[in-house]
């Protein structure tokens, strides 16, 4: 299958678990774990999973010059943009997270264009557009109270810094992953996550009664480290190696559409007809980003003739 093909299956399939991400993560909290607590659990897992599946990769040693952005990406990818997420979901409510994330392609956009001189181009800007109207459309139109959701306001404003972060770190991470194999990359970049994150978040990991824990409560926590944690930023990094950093940002559009069909499945929300057009420009807006150079001038040259 040609790599780029597997390089968009692999950022559909981080979004599809972001997606489902956030309902399953938002059941824990706070009743068997508080949101920062939550990170510790998080961090510490991926780290041991990805130094575990590192036997298997190449031995690379990191450049003494490059050891600063490697710190600075786990700043942003596993403090910041974690921290803030979870907080935030915690005093927020699912669907308001798995929309407001949205605003990550355009964070993306912008900085890609500016850090890593990303070439703009009429139809990845339209997509953008497309994209987040659609987004907006969800938000506007949607559900804006829920139980277990005790500050809304602050809990959005959270995940603006949760969206605006990550969309940091992928314009940071980006000259790592043309240079070192993706195993290399996570391993340190989650080693650091932990470091970093323990004074914040020790004392609620602490607090849980891990004893005590029912299945429901298991499940959804290996839930986020593997799939959530793991499985997404193993993806992410491999799709990165093919794709551009905006790219790969345009596809966080699929969570607000996954994140409301998750909960109409279980039965937490219903479909409207606001809601199906603004899935329809979800869609448009992801296709039109991940369009190549090549399909572009393609479609020109068939509306000329």
Partial sequence: ????????????????????????????????????????????????????????????????????????????????????????????????????????????????????????????TLGVL???????????????????????????????????????????????????HSFTIMKWVFLIGIVINFPFTFSEFKAVEWTTLPFDAIWRMTFVVVGTTFSTYLLNIYALKQLKASTIGAFVYLQPLIGILFAVAVGADKLNFVRVVAGLLVFLGVYLVTKTKKEVTVAKRTNVS
């Fill in 1 to 124: 299958m040609d790599k780029r093909i597997l390089a968009l299956l692999a950022a559909f399939g981080a979004s599809l678990i972001y997606g489902i991400n956030h309902t399953v993560a938002k059941d824990v909290m706070p009743t068997y774990i508080q949101p920062f607590g939550f990170i510790m659990l998080r961090v510490t897992g991926a780290t041991f999973l990805f130094w575990l599946i590192s036997i298997w990769g190449p031995k690379e040693k990191i450049d003494t010059k490059d050891w600063p952005r490697l710190i600075v990406c786990s700043m942003f990818g596993m403090m910041i943009n974690m921290l803030a997420f979870f907080k935030g979901l915690s005093l927020s409510t699912p669907i308001n997270s798995s929309v407001i994330v949205t605003i990550t392609p355009i964070i993306v956009f912008v900085l890609s264009a500016v850090l890593i001189k990303e070439r703009i181009t009429f139809i990845r």
């Fill in 130 to 180: 497309l994209g987040f109207a659609g987004a907006l459309g969800l938000v506007l139109f949607g559900e804006q109270t829920q139980q277990n959701a005790p500050n809304i306001a602050l809990g959005n404003l959270l995940f603006m810094i949760n969206a605006t972060s990550y969309g940091v770190y992928l314009v940071l991470v980006k000259p790592l992953v043309a240079k070192y």
